[in-house]
Structure formats: C-alpha cells, structure tokens
C-alpha cells in the first residue's frame, strides 16, 4: 500500500488547570503519520506522551483540557464498493459525541498503560471484547464470540475458548495486557496508538506481541502510534520517531536519522544512556544529569538547558529556541541550528534537496 497521509497535528496544546496553577502537559506538538507507517513517542516519564496521545480521541480528563491546535484525521469512508475520504479535525470534537465515539475503537484504537484499571471488573473479558466489536460492526453475538477467541489466541493466550469467560480480576497482569491489545486490535483500526503496550509482559512474549501489530500492518495498512521507552523497540518497529520534552517535540526524523545522526542533545543524551554489551565492569551508564523541572517552575529559554552538556550561559536560558527544518520530515527544536542557513520548519527552502528515505524501517 502506497504511504499517504493519515494525521496531521499542528499546535496541540492541552493543559491541566489546577489550583496551584495551570501544567501544560502538552504545549505546541507538530507532527505529521502516514498509513502504514510506524511512528514511535520516546521521551523521560512525565514529558506528555500520553496525554498527547489521549488528546488525539477525547479522552483526557478533568480538569484537563485542549487549548488550542488542530489534529486532522484523513479518515476513508466506504459505501457500496466505492471509497472516499474526508478530513476530521478531531480536536474540534465533543468528547461525549457521536462523532468521536464511532472513530474510538473502529479508525483510532488505544492499548493502555495500564490493563488493571482499564478493564471493567464487573465484566467478563468476553462480553468486553464482544461489545467494543458489535459496536462498530454489525454482527451476530455469535460471529463476534468467534472472532473475540480467535484474537485471544492470536495475541497468546492459551484456552481462550475458556479465558474469554474470565473475569479480569481472575487473569494475571500480563494476561490482561494481551486482552487488552486484543481488544484494541479487534475492528482493525487505521490508527492503533500503543501506550507501552508491553509493559507487563516477559521479552518473549512481547517480541510475539510487535511481530503481531507488525502482521496486523501489513494486513491492513494501518499506522502504529508507539509510545515507549525502550530504545531497542524503537530501533526495531519504528519508520518514524519524535522525542518529546516537557510537553514539547524536540527532535523529529526517520529512525536511522535520529540512531546515527541525532542534533538535539536531549536525543544524544538518552541514546548515550543505553546499555552496551561488554561495558567494563567498572564503567558507569551515561546518565541524564539533574531531574525534569517541576511543571509549576518551567525554566525560562531552552527547558532543557539546565540539563544540557552543550547550553550556552547568557543565551540559552534566555532565548526560546524555535523549531528549525533541516530537511523532509527532519526538525529540530534548539538554538545550536537557529543560526545555520537552513529553512523555517513551516517554509522549507524551495528546491531543497530530498533526501528522506520513505522506506526507513530498521
């Protein structure tokens, strides 16, 4: 299938108004998926993955909000054999209508973080999975039991003729885990966003789990939205990557770009604090100096220059650095590019070379 775009976020900013002040846990996010593509969120816990992610279907709550920015969904509608597409700004959606409860789940499914407490415990799994696929697909009970069973055995749980009566509280957290991608999987969505999707399991089964999602891809041409902080995964599943930071996107590329050439040095740090086989015995891992800042006390320039081997005293705590284009789909958000004869991330240069390797999986 021929790589066309499917989202388009520009300027997403959704912020938690508490008393204390306001977090904005997402703040001016950018990026652009393409069906049949992988596209994987790395950054330290707490720089706004998943808020991010649950800003694309509604699902953020209270007293979370979205501020401002646009998400538009290019989502194919069929009738009759015949297949069109129109433009959806999701964004623009109320959370609790129609509209966006047919794209949850049907064109946009989410494995969440954490199955314990995204499982009814009063439900069997069964009627869970049963339910989220004769909500959008007009089958008999009977035909949507088959395929419920059929998916719990995909996604590796043994007996599931015997599990899908199981409620979740009688499953173990790796189990859940699975259902939950099961049910996710189960309407064959065109977006799957995959919130550390397995997080709870051991390595073989998770390697069974992405060759799954990477089957499912190939099926069906969807996009996967990975978000992870497993850098080997990235190196594995990903086309695409962003590096977020405090809510904002530092450093955007393909995969290869951002292993063997990363520019921000947020990017380079944590690529640098990856174990390496045959490390001396007495060698310490590269780590991150200092602590992500306190969202109520965000430093003023760069947000990243209290942390930053290569911050520049008297200007990078005093100058926001602005998103600077480096080429197709490369971007970087720092203050070392700002000065180089490159073009503005929305204006690239006419006739600028390009060089992008659509076909970038590692």
């Not at 009759?80 to 623009?92: F, K, P, R, W, Y």
């Not at 947020?266 to 390496?276: K, W």
């Not at 109520?296 to 602005?322: I, L, S």
């Not at 073009?343 to 999986?361: I, K, L, M, T, V």
Request: proline share 5%; aromatic share 4%; net charge negative.
């Amino acid at each position: 299938m021929k790589d066309d775009l499917l989202l388009e976020v520009s300027d997403l900013q959704t912020h938690f108004f508490l008393d204390e002040g306001v977090i904005k846990a997402v703040n001016g996010v950018d990026f652009k998926m393409y069906r049949n593509r992988t596209m994987c969120v790395v950054g330290e816990s707490g720089c706004g993955k998943s808020v991010m992610a649950r800003s694309l279907i509604q699902i953020v709550a209270p007293p979370g909000r979205i501020v401002s920015g646009q998400a538009l969904f290019h989502r194919e509608v069929g009738t009759n054999g015949s297949a069109s597409s129109e433009v959806i700004d999701l964004t623009a959606l109320k959370s609790t209508g129609r509209e966006i409860r047919d794209i949850r789940g049907q064109d946009i499914a989410m494995i969440f973080q954490e199955p314990m407490t995204s499982m009814s415990p009063v439900h069997t799994i069964g009627n869970q999975l049963i339910e989220a696929i004769r909500l959008h697909d007009p089958i008999s009970r009977k035909e949507a039991r088959e395929r419920a069973i059929d998916l719990l055995g995909r996604v590796g749980i043994p007996k599931p003729e015997l599990r899908i009566d199981s409620y979740s509280f009688q499953m173990s957290g790796g189990m859940l885990q699975r259902a939950m991608i099961a049910m996710a999987l189960s309407c064959k969505p065109t977006l799957l966003i995959a919130d550390e999707p397995t997080t709870a399991l051991d390595v073989t089964t998770q390697a069974q789990i992405l060759e799954l999602m990477l089957e499912l891809q190939e099926e069906t041409g969807m996009a996967i939205m990975l978000i992870t902080h497993d850098l080997g995964v990235v190196a594995e599943m990903a086309d695409d990557v962003i590096v977020m930071y405090l809510g904002e996107v530092v450093e955007q590329g393909s995969v290869d770009e951002i292993f063997f050439d990363p520019k921000h040095p947020y990017t380079q740090a944590l690529l640098r604090s990856i174990p390496t086989l045959g490390l001396a015995e007495r060698n310490r891992l590269d780590t991150i100096k200092g602590m992500i800042p306190h969202p109520f006390a965000r430093p003023d320039g760069c947000q990243f220059h209290n942390r930053c081997d290569q911050m520049m005293p008297g200007y990078c705590n005093k100058v926001t650095p602005q998103v600077t284009w480096l080429g197709e789909g490369r971007e970087v958000r720092c203050l070392l590019y700002e000065n180089k004869e490159v073009a503005p991330a929305q204006e690239p240069a006419a006739g600028a070379d390009d060089h992008y390797d659509s076909g970038a999986r590692a």
